[in-house]
């Protein structure tokens, strides 16, 4: 079992920038890939990007890409999604998840964090 906490949400002006966290005090996590989605109110959640296990493979969604950055720190067990140029669509809560296998399917990843609401006002 591995346990995510995402952290860093907030409110931002459109066109300002926010970084998120998300903590695992598990080891393992270490071994996982780990991938960022957002669910806005009344739609459903969708991918935003993820991050290979060591941090070899990046893959983003077309809304996010050049945008957003995925990284990670194995070493603090700790995922980061540091957005800029925000707009307010991309207002929603954001959720970190883990997985074995990388994938931009919500059922692909057996962890999830507990969400973390950005917004963005124009």
């Known amino acids: 079992q591995v346990h995510l906490v995402d952290s860093g949400g907030g409110l931002v002006q459109a066109g300002g920038s926010l970084g998120l966290s998300c903590a695992a005090s598990?080891?393992?996590?270490?071994?996982?890939?780990v991938a960022w989605f957002r669910q806005a109110p009344g739609k459903e959640r969708e991918f935003v990007a993820y991050?290979?296990?060591?941090?070899?493979?990046?893959y983003y969604a077309d809304s996010v890409k050049g945008r957003f950055t995925i990284s990670r720190d194995n070493a603090k067990n700790t995922a980061y999604l540091q957005m800029s140029s925000l707009k307010p669509e991309d207002t929603a809560v954001y959720f970190c998840?883990?997985?074995?296998?990388?994938?931009?399917?919500?059922?692909?990843?057996?962890?999830w964090g507990q969400g973390t609401q950005v917004t963005v006002s124009s």
């Open positions: 998840a883990a997985a074995r296998k990388l994938s931009t399917n919500e059922r692909g990843y057996n962890y």
């Open positions: 598990e080891r393992t996590f270490s071994t996982l890939a």
């Open positions: 991050i290979s296990w060591g941090s070899s493979t990046k």
